[in-house]
C-alpha cells in the first residue's frame, strides 16, 4: 500500500510543475499582450501627433536679388580672357514662416556677406559638383552668423553663371 500511496504521489507531483508552468506563461503572454497592445495604441499615435505638428509649421523662402559679382581670376585665364564674372540667385529656406520678416529685414546684411564671400572666389573654386555643395554649406554657414539668433535651414541655388 505504501507502494501505491508513492506511485500517486509520484504522478501528482509532475501534473502540479506542469499546471504551474501555464499559469506562469499564460500570464507572460498576457502581459507580453498587453504591453504591445499599449505600446500601438497609445505611443504610437503619441510619436504620430508629433511628428504631424512639426510639419504643420510652415516653410517659407525668401529670394534673394540677383548678384553679379566680379570673381578673381585664375593666373592663367587673367592675362588671357579678361574679367571672370558671376551671377547667383538663391532663396533661403526658413523653417518657422513667422520669422520671415525678421530676416528681411536682414537682407543687406545677407547680401553683403555674400558679396564679400564670392568676390574671393575663383573659377576653379566653382568647378564640379562638390565645389556647388561647398559653396551652398559655405553660404549657409555665413547667412546663420548674420542672422543669429534666427536660422536659416539651407541656402538653395536658383542659377549661378560663372563666364
Do not use: W
Request: aromatic share 4%; net charge neutral; no cysteine.
Amino acid at each position: 500500500m505504501a507502494e501505491a500511496t508513492e506511485a500517486v504521489a509520484g504522478e501528482a507531483a509532475p501534473a502540479r510543475s506542469k499546471g504551474k508552468l501555464l499559469i506562469i506563461v499564460a500570464a507572460l503572454l498576457v502581459l507580453a499582450g498587453g504591453g504591445g497592445g499599449y505600446f500601438f495604441f497609445f505611443v504610437a499615435k503619441k510619436d504620430k501627433a508629433e511628428h504631424v505638428e512639426a510639419e504643420k509649421k510652415a516653410v517659407a523662402f525668401l529670394d534673394i536679388k540677383d548678384m553679379m559679382i566680379g570673381i578673381s581670376p585664375d593666373n592663367a585665364q587673367a592675362t588671357i580672357s579678361g574679367p571672370r564674372m558671376m551671377k547667383l540667385h538663391v532663396a533661403l529656406e526658413i523653417a518657422d514662416a513667422k520669422e520671415l520678416p525678421a530676416i528681411q529685414a536682414l537682407q543687406p546684411r545677407i547680401e553683403d556677406i555674400f558679396m564679400v564671400y564670392l568676390r574671393e572666389m575663383r573659377p576653379v573654386d566653382l568647378q564640379g559638383s562638390a565645389a556647388i555643395l561647398r559653396l551652398k554649406d559655405e553660404l549657409l554657414r555665413r547667412v546663420n552668423l548674420a542672422v543669429q539668433p534666427k536660422k536659416i535651414e539651407a541656402v538653395l541655388i536658383k542659377e549661378l553663371l560663372v563666364q
